[in-house]
């Protein structure tokens, strides 16, 4: 079975640079129709999607945050990751890692990381 | 962007009952692609339903989900008290894909 896990700071400061990674294991990250994304929560919120990536490298971002963000992949370490500059207390939640389902970036998410809290103060 | 609202903000019913979500879209949404999920405190979202009726793997049988265009519907035809939990809606038909606020079922 897939699992996914994050890592990076629990703690970042304002104006600088969120950085995370997920870790794929129990299965391939290049497998065909292999979509991986980044989706946040708010503490007690609700979902944001944030991006997507297709193993070769195809990327999909959500708009309202595209100008800040990045998202790629290593495929020879089973890893993708988000990048998200001048970050603010309002990017403060839960960060998910998932494998998305779907085609040509139209996903759904069927096997989620444990999320990582990351706070910005 | 498309924006989820579902319906009711909570819901509280007992082991056994039957649970009628609803999740309606500010525009159609192409291809249904709709999604449904549960979320536990401390825990990740899970993914019950796709493609708005398609069960996910290891979704018993009592998840059932409907409709098409703006109007969807998620049923759980018997509640178990694991089944207790948050639910979203996602549609991921358009781009940004974005998810409903959330509906909470709540043990009456």
């Known amino acids: 079975q897939v699992q996914l896990q994050e890592s990076g700071p629990g703690l970042v400061k304002p104006s600088e640079t969120l950085s995370l990674t997920c870790t794929v294991s129990?299965?391939?990250?290049?497998?065909?129709?292999?979509?991986w994304g980044w989706i946040r929560q708010p503490p007690g919120e609700g979902l944001e999607w944030i991006a997507s990536?297709?193993?070769?490298?195809?990327?999909y971002y959500n708009p309202s945050l595209k100008s800040r963000i990045t998202i790629s992949v290593e495929t020879s370490r089973s890893q993708f990751s988000l990048k998200m500059n001048s970050v603010t207390a309002a990017d403060t939640a839960i960060y998910y890692c998932a494998r998305g389902r779907g085609i040509l970036g139209k996903l759904c998410f069927d096997y989620w990381g444990q999320g990582s809290l990351v706070t910005v103060s | 962007e498309i924006v989820l609202t579902q319906s009711p903000g909570t819901l509280s019913l007992s082991p056994g009952e039957r649970a009628t979500l609803s999740c309606r879209a500010s525009?159609?949404?192409?291809?249904?692609?709709l999604a449904w999920y549960h979320q536990k405190p401390g825990q990740a979202p899970r993914l019950l339903i796709f493609g708005a009726s398609s069960r996910a793997t290891g979704i018993p049988d009592r998840f059932s989900g409907s409709g098409s265009g703006t109007d969807f519907t998620l049923t759980i035809s018997r509640l178990d008290p694991e089944d207790f939990a948050v639910y979203y809606c996602?549609?991921?038909?358009?781009?940004?894909?974005?998810f409903g606020q959330g509906t909470k079922l709540e043990i009456k």
């Open positions: 990536i297709y193993y070769s490298g195809s990327t």
């Open positions: 129990g299965g391939s990250i290049t497998t065909s129709n292999s979509y």
């Open positions: 525009q159609s949404i192409s291809s249904n692609y």
């Open positions: 996602q549609q991921y038909g358009s781009s940004p894909s974005t």
